[in-house]
């Protein structure tokens, strides 16, 4: 009970610093969401404003339209990453993806948004090169599908950290010992390998969404907040670019709350299937 005690005291200012800016700041959200400052009253109008505007509708359409393709295409990519890097043993080449992974896993925000400006602006190095071979002429960065592309590349690094421990709990003497009884690599992984990492893929699906409805910092840098997601629209709301509003900004934020908590509850449902179904 004494090092129970202890390690209970150990954890109390990570308690507090949770509460403080995690807990404290979504009940406050939770609540001012129903002030309404024009009237200065409690309502739901926030919400119905919301609900009945086409200019927000947009913004989380924007925003789920994004986060879920850049989501998909990090994590199909991070799975051929993954599993590639665990099959190259233990060694420097190894070593230096492993580092190179946690590296650009923090590559995000401003720095990769000038450096997609460099690479893919209107008038970036690699724009330059492919309208000289006549190829990508319509691509825009600045664009849904320049948004994507951006959105991915910082997915990736994430993906892959999060998917590759997975992979090294993959036994080897599973994929011999159904090559033995005669089961194709296609057959493996299909009945063997994807159902042993689907907890790990279904979870990596729901971090990367959860990261890409919340990313503000690359996407504002890239169109100085023109283009229209959720997360610029409250950073406008709070900072008051256009009217300073924090309760709208609050309700905008709660329904982005409401996303992730579904999508969380069907997660933890698939899985709960998945268990079910290999017992």
């Not at 709070?238 to 982005?256: E, R």
Request: net charge positive; with cysteine; glycine share 8%.
């Amino acid at each position: 009970m004494k090092g129970k005690g202890i390690a209970l005291l150990c954890l109390l200012p990570f308690a507090l610093f949770f509460i403080a800016f995690q807990i404290a700041p979504l009940i406050w959200m939770a609540i001012n969401a129903f002030w309404i400052d024009v009237d200065q009253r409690w309502g739901i109008d926030n919400y119905r404003e919301i609900f009945g505007s086409p200019f927000y509708q947009q913004a989380f359409r924007f925003s789920l339209d994004i986060a879920l393709w850049s989501s998909l295409y990090g994590l199909l990519i991070a799975l051929v990453a993954g599993y590639s890097l665990s099959q190259l043993g233990e060694g420097r080449l190894h070593r230096f993806m492993l580092s190179f992974t946690n590296m650009t896993s923090n590559f995000a925000g401003v720095p990769l948004a000038f450096a997609f400006v460099i690479l893919l602006g209107l008038n970036g190095c690699l724009t330059l090169l492919l309208r000289n071979l006549g190829m990508a002429a319509s691509f825009r960065l600045y664009s849904r599908d320049g948004m994507i592309l951006v959105y991915t590349w910082f997915q990736i690094p994430l993906a892959l950290l999060l998917l590759y421990p997975a992979f090294i709990g993959l036994r080897k003497e599973w994929q011999e010992s159904a090559a033995l009884l005669g089961a194709s690599r296609a057959r493996y992984w299909w009945h063997i390998g994807l159902p042993i990492l689907s907890p790990a893929l279904l979870g990596t699906f729901v971090i990367l969404l959860a990261n890409a409805l919340g990313a503000y910092a690359t996407i504002y840098a890239l169109t100085t907040g023109n283009f229209n997601v959720v997360p610029v629209r409250i950073a406008a709301l709070v900072s008051g670019d256009i009217s300073l509003d924090p309760n709208m900004g609050s309700a905008l934020a709660m329904l982005l709350v409401a996303i992730m908590t579904v999508i969380t509850l069907i997660h933890q449902w698939l899985l709960r299937r998945s268990w079910l179904q290999a017992k």
